[in-house]
Nanobody
Framework: QLPPVESGGGSVQSGGSLRLSCAAS????????MGWIRQTPGKGREEVAT???????AYADSATGRFTISQDNDRKTLYLQMNDLKSEDAAMYYC?????????????????WGQGTQVTVSE
């Protein structure tokens, strides 16, 4: 199973937008939950957004109203549209997959992880 591959990170000013992509052709099935998880040295890992196998999306409170998770019709690419970025959004963002229709409660339960893409937000 090829791991997910993230792209789209970069540096942006506060209030700006970025769209992260995750090539996940090996997980193009309704039996997988897909998630975006971010990690910073000081805060640890945070599950930002998830997309269950039935297409239902869920967001962390910190992301609600600003981030949108989506997938191509063929499910091979996962996206995270991030708007109104804040300094606290700066982190390494990982795309992860779990072989369950419903998303895991714990970040550690994800089975497959990408290498991450760095997001930097400047004031």
């Amino acid at each position: 199973q090829l791991p997910p591959v993230e792209s789209g990170g970069g540096s942006v000013q506060s209030g700006g937008s970025l769209r992260l992509s995750c090539a996940a052709s090996g997980f193009a099935h309704s039996k997988y939950c897909m998630g975006w998880i971010r990690q910073t040295p000081g805060k640890g890992r945070e599950e930002v957004a998830t997309l269950a196998g039935d297409g239902s999306a869920a967001y962390a409170d910190s992301a609600t109203g600003r981030f949108t998770i989506s997938q191509d019709n063929d499910r091979k690419t996962l996206y995270l549209q991030m708007n109104d970025l804040k300094s606290e959004d700066a982190a390494m963002y990982y795309c992860a997959a779990e072989y369950e229709t419903w998303c895991p409660r714990l970040v550690d339960e994800y089975d497959y992880w990408g290498q991450g893409t760095q997001v930097t937000v400047s004031e």
